[in-house]
């Protein structure tokens, strides 16, 4: 026990005594500046500076961009650039499927590649009803006078019609005969309409020309997309007058009348309406005569 008792004086005495740190002059040894030191005071001062800077440097790790200088620590900038980047992917998905979507359907109205459950009613004229009920049918003095205007404007122009969503009366594309009807059991998804070789063919609406190719089968084709989904097919044309991204105009000449492709069989149009993906029949809304 007294051995014990020993040991643990001569520790602490080797912790407390004091030691004398002097900084002299190398040349003339004067005395600078001196320190009384002691094994204890030494090691609570070193690791405290030690503690100091383990926090320090956390400090500077967490919350300067000196942390991306370390391996195995991202950038900001470039964590930045991932997620604009991942945003950009997602947009570029939903873009490639919609445009997947749109080529399915150009390719449908090409081919006539669609089954006969597929085809959903006309839901053009079935869109544009409006409840008679729900309208305020009494004119008043300034619609009266737009009207007026209106007409007088449009009494002898060629391209601009009234052509009203509730009706949905396109423009002919020609005056002919239908030598064809509209059959989506037999996979006929147009009318065939006679006419002399080189009449001219016109818009059925405003749009913008999305197709104006050659192709073996159907000949000339010209595939315009209007409003609301609507698409309009002119095949076996003689010639094409537009082109394709060309922006055309109800009742403006887009093709002349012609006998092209393998499966023609005579001078004539062939004339589709597409909504949406879908056939409709043209007949509901084109008057040929």
Known sequence: MATKTKKRKEIKRKLLHKYRLVILNESTFEEKISFKLSRLNVFV??????????????LLIAFTPLREYIPGYSSTKLKKQATELTY????????????NKYIDNIRKVLSGDLENSEINRDSVFERFKIDPSTVDLNPIKEDSVLRA??????KYNLFERNITKTDLI?????????????????RHYAVDVT???????????????IFAEWTA?????????????LLSVYKHNGSLSKSQGDVVRAGEVIASVGNT????????LHFELWDDGNPVNPLDFVDFK
Do not use: R, W
């Not at 205007?149 to 449009?154: G, T, W």
């Open 217 to 229: 089968d159907t000949g000339y084709v010209m595939i315009i997309e209007h409003e609301e989904g």
């Open 195 to 209: 006419a002399v070789t080189d009449t001219p063919v016109k818009a059925v609406a405003k749009g913008i020309v």
């Open 149 to 154: 205007e209106v007409a007088l404007e449009d």
């Open 261 to 268: 492709g393998e499966f023609t069989t005579g001078p004539h």
């Open 88 to 99: 950009k992917t997602d947009s570029l998905v939903n873009v490639l499927n919609y445009t």
């Open 45 to 58: 001062t070193g690791t405290l500076c030690i503690i100091g800077l383990i926090g320090l440097t956390t």
């Open 170 to 186: 396109l423009f002919p594309p020609i005056s002919g005969v239908v030598s064809q009807m509209y059959d989506p059991e037999k």
